[in-house]
């Protein structure tokens, strides 16, 4: 595995309906050696912007 490229954490607000898709988004950062946090809010919904404020992930 690769050293981090960081010295934190990327966090990653991921606007996707597909958990699959998702996953993958995450493996292919981790794969590049980055750390991530993410939260994924359904896209498909018309609730996501609440799910985005700030201070909630």
Not at 34 to 51: C, G, I, N, T
Request: no cysteine; net charge negative; proline share 7%.
């Amino acid at each position: 595995m690769a050293a981090p490229l960081l010295d934190h954490a990327l966090r990653v607000l991921h606007l996707e309906d597909s958990e699959l898709d998702h996953e993958l988004m995450l493996t292919h950062l981790r794969r590049g050696g980055l750390e991530v946090r993410s939260l994924r809010v359904d896209s498909s919904r018309p609730s996501w912007p609440r799910s985005s404020s700030p201070g909630t992930w």
